[in-house]
């Protein structure tokens, strides 16, 4: 079982994050203990550069050099030395990988999220690697501690009020969810260019016999309407394909069966292989739109 679960890169001075590992979590005590962790990143300029933070089943650990810190969220079974010595390498992985002056400049969260890719290697060989392996590494951290011990915190210690925390208003953790969808699939353009172009037949035959019903045949309006009303209806599908949005389930039905009844109701001017086409791309747009979810990721980047 892994014991280092989660890795944060944060500027002191500012508490802006730099990256993070992007780990997906639902238990609600990691949760919190995330939160408690971005709280704690906010007021670390008060703290000296090696603390620990303990709660609810899991240790928060942070390691300072210069404007940069780096944290970490572990099970309470993992030791010390080892969270301290896992956070240590980071240090030397990110300060090789950009120089001062990039990481100063950063004004936006998360500018550096690719370093995620070397977090995850990292924390894999700290997880799965025997501590015998890494003895150097881990006798060197505990002569460290012996003469320079972390500062011990408790997580119920680092209050979150309302969007301010110890007097420090809380910039960076209050961002909008940002919704990702899965990568489009072959399938689904195929559904996309099939729902435009029954969007624009629809389209082309409502139009025409519009101006023929408005001129002529005034009793056509209906038919005029259910073309306009499958053309909306196609658009509106390939809409909710693309973009997420709320209660897209219950839209999907709503379109599907809309478009079947304005196509029964043209049985007059179309074919039965006509309305069994639309009827058909309009099933497959609606079972990629319910097929097509969300990435699991979580606000503030997937962190």
Same mark, same amino acid.
């Not at 890719?117 to 700290?126: A, C, E, L």
């Not at 501590?131 to 209050?159: R, Y």
């Given at each position: 079982m892994s014991m280092i679960l989660f890795a944060y890169v944060v500027r002191v001075r500012d508490g802006l994050p730099l990256s993070a590992s992007t780990d997906f979590h639902l238990n609600q005590?990691?949760?919190?203990?995330?939160?408690?962790?971005?709280?704690?990143?906010?007021?670390?300029?008060q703290y000296p550069n090696r603390g620990t933070a303990t709660g609810r089943g899991f240790s928060i650990h942070f390691h300072s050099?210069?404007?940069?810190?780096?944290?970490?969220?572990?099970?309470?079974?993992?030791?010390?030395?080892?969270?301290? @010595?896992?956070?240590?390498?980071?240090?030397?992985k990110f300060s090789a990988s950009y120089d001062s002056t990039s990481i100063s400049l950063a004004t936006r969260p998360y500018a550096f999220l690719e370093?995620?890719?070397?977090?995850?290697?990292?924390?894999?060989?700290?997880?799965?690697?025997?501590c015998s392996q890494m003895k150097n590494s881990l006798e060197k951290i505990q002569e460290e501690l012996k003469f320079h011990p972390p500062v011990l915190l408790k997580l119920e210690d680092i209050e979150l009020m309302n969007g301010m925390i110890n007097g420090y208003t809380e910039v960076h953790m209050g961002s909008a969810p940002i919704y990702r969808m899965q990568p489009v699939t072959p399938l689904g353009i195929l559904s996309l260019v099939l729902s435009i172009m029954c969007g624009a037949l629809n389209l082309i035959r409502g139009v025409h016999l519009a101006e023929y019903s408005f001129q002529e045949d005034h009793e056509g309006i209906g038919n005029v309407?259910?073309?306009?009303?499958?053309?909306?209806? @196609?658009?509106?599908?390939?809409?909710?394909?693309?973009?997420?949005?709320?209660?897209?389930?219950?839209?999907?039905?709503v379109l599907?069966?809309?478009?079947?009844?304005?196509?029964?109701?043209?049985?007059g001017l179309r074919n039965i292989w006509q309305i069994l086409f639309h009827i058909g791309v309009a099933s497959l747009s609606s079972y990629q739109?319910?097929?097509?979810?969300?990435?699991?990721?979580?606000?503030d980047f997937g962190v």
């Amino acid at each position: 079982m892994s014991m280092i679960l989660f890795a944060y890169v944060v500027r002191v001075r500012d508490g802006l994050p730099l990256s993070a590992s992007t780990d997906f979590h639902l238990n609600q005590d990691f949760l919190e203990c995330r939160k408690r962790l971005k709280a704690l990143s906010l007021i670390l300029a008060q703290y000296p550069n090696r603390g620990t933070a303990t709660g609810r089943g899991f240790s928060i650990h942070f390691h300072s050099s210069g404007d940069i810190a780096y944290m970490g969220i572990c099970t309470s079974s993992c030791p010390t030395v080892m969270a301290f @010595c896992f956070l240590e390498e980071l240090q030397w992985k990110f300060s090789a990988s950009y120089d001062s002056t990039s990481i100063s400049l950063a004004t936006r969260p998360y500018a550096f999220l690719e370093f995620d890719n070397i977090i995850q290697k990292v924390k894999y060989h700290f997880n799965y690697t025997s501590c015998s392996q890494m003895k150097n590494s881990l006798e060197k951290i505990q002569e460290e501690l012996k003469f320079h011990p972390p500062v011990l915190l408790k997580l119920e210690d680092i209050e979150l009020m309302n969007g301010m925390i110890n007097g420090y208003t809380e910039v960076h953790m209050g961002s909008a969810p940002i919704y990702r969808m899965q990568p489009v699939t072959p399938l689904g353009i195929l559904s996309l260019v099939l729902s435009i172009m029954c969007g624009a037949l629809n389209l082309i035959r409502g139009v025409h016999l519009a101006e023929y019903s408005f001129q002529e045949d005034h009793e056509g309006i209906g038919n005029v309407i259910a073309f306009l009303l499958s053309f909306l209806a @196609c658009i509106f599908q390939c809409y909710l394909y693309l973009f997420h949005g709320s209660s897209r389930k219950m839209k999907a039905f709503v379109l599907f069966f809309s478009i079947c009844l304005c196509n029964i109701y043209l049985c007059g001017l179309r074919n039965i292989w006509q309305i069994l086409f639309h009827i058909g791309v309009a099933s497959l747009s609606s079972y990629q739109i319910l097929t097509r979810q969300l990435m699991e990721t979580q606000p503030d980047f997937g962190v």
